[in-house]
């Protein structure tokens, strides 16, 4: 699928200006702002790439981006917007959706001193040193081969990656309605600890210190898990039949969950009740929350809009600004700031939001 909008070669792709008051509610006008987009190519990317679940290190200020169908991790400088790669990753076949596709990297998360890699091609986790970028030992997901990486995520209370999984067939899919759990207290050689058995298949995920927050998929229900125990120690029903990804205010204790084309804001301080909910048009995936800066982002791909809210201390939306991006881009991760990068694995590329 290529995109609709077409970028020049000129640096910056998009100066746009949105129209409004600073602080409005999520059925007002855009707000009064100006913001960039900014493409950032990818090495060896000739066309549509894999993207998937990406991450910010802010210990170090870079963007890690797992390239999945091009074998490599590519690693954005958030200060300069170099970038370098990190290759030599394993590309194999799955089945998704009734087709067979090549994938490799696909998930990224941020651990101590490590950043952690689940690759799908060869069902592994790999880790890499954050500094050096050395690639090191790749541990696989399990025995059976029965199941590959989705969203892989660290822990830091208790020192363990959890991850959750997809089938390498559309026939199996019972092996994968679980979390796997690896002890990373050596953070560059990792162990298998544990599996936590769910309903469904698991999508997205959320970390608040002692619980792991997922969704669950056709269930219209969210988890939340104490990582210690492993066990499910909430369930709330949210009602959302397309679920993607979570974040967390940690702060007021509010549960953001992508559905559809909506997000929904659940007190997990409070039995997950629903505090509010704001339209953001079709394809949401991935979505973030910056605590620095109290704001929520929301890519929807089909709309092709990035929607930018203010979360007040009673848990409503308020829509700071809809910002213009293009088809596909879907996932975002908040940086520094008001800074957030968002994928366009159409035209294999990142997009750089800046606030001027």
């Known amino acids: 699928m290529k995109s609709v909008l077409k970028f020049p070669k000129a640096e910056v792709i998009a100066l746009i200006q949105i129209f409004g008051a600073l602080s409005t509610p999520t059925n007002a006008p855009d707000a009064v702002s100006n913001y960039e987009l900014k493409p ?70 941020i651990g101590d001193g490590v950043v952690y890699i689940g690759d799908r091609g060869d069902a592994t986790i790999c880790a890499i040193d954050s500094k050096s970028l050395e690639r090191g030992e790749c541990v696989p997901l399990s025995t059976e081969h029965t199941i ?51 309903e469904n298949l698991a999508e997205g995920y959320a970390v608040d210190n002692d619980l792991f927050y997922t969704n669950v998929e056709e269930t219209g229900t969210t988890v939340a898990i104490d990582v210690r125990t492993k066990k499910i120690v909430s369930k709330w029903n949210h009602s ?37 909910t704001m339209q953001t048009g079709a394809g949401l995936d991935n ?29 409503k939306f308020h829509l700071r600004a809809t910002v213009p991006t293009v088809k596909g881009a879907r996932g975002v991760v908040a940086g520094k700031g008001e800074t957030a990068y968002l994928i366009d694995p159409a035209e294999g590329k990142m997009l750089k939001l800046m606030r001027k």
């Open 40 to 109: 950032i190519a990818l090495p060896r990317a000739n066309g549509a790439v894999a993207l998937d679940y990406f991450a910010y290190d802010p210990g170090t200020e870079k963007v890690w981006v797992p390239a999945s169908n091009l074998g490599s991790v590519d690693v954005i400088d958030a200060k300069s917007d170099a970038v370098a790669q990190v290759t030599g990753f394993k590309t194999g076949e799955i089945e998704r959706r009734g087709k067979k596709v090549i994938v490799g990297p696909t998930a990224a998360t």
């Open 148 to 198: 590959t990486p989705d969203g892989v995520v660290y822990v830091a209370a208790t020192k363990e990656i959890w991850i959750t999984t997809r089938p390498v067939t559309a026939s199996n899919t019972d092996a994968a309605k679980s979390l796997q759990v690896f002890d990373a207290s050596d953070p560059r050689h990792l162990k298998w600890k544990a599996k936590v058995p769910l």
């Open 240 to 276: 959302c039949t397309d679920v993607g990804g979570l974040a967390f205010d940690a702060t007021h204790k509010f549960l953001f969950n992508s559905c559809g084309d909506h997000v929904v804001n659940m007190d997990a301080g409070h039995d997950g009740k629903i505090l509010d």
């Open 287 to 315: 979505i973030d929350y910056s605590p620095e800066s109290k704001l929520l982002y929301a890519a929807a791909s089909q709309t092709a809009t990035l929607s930018i809210a203010e979360i007040n201390d009673d848990g």
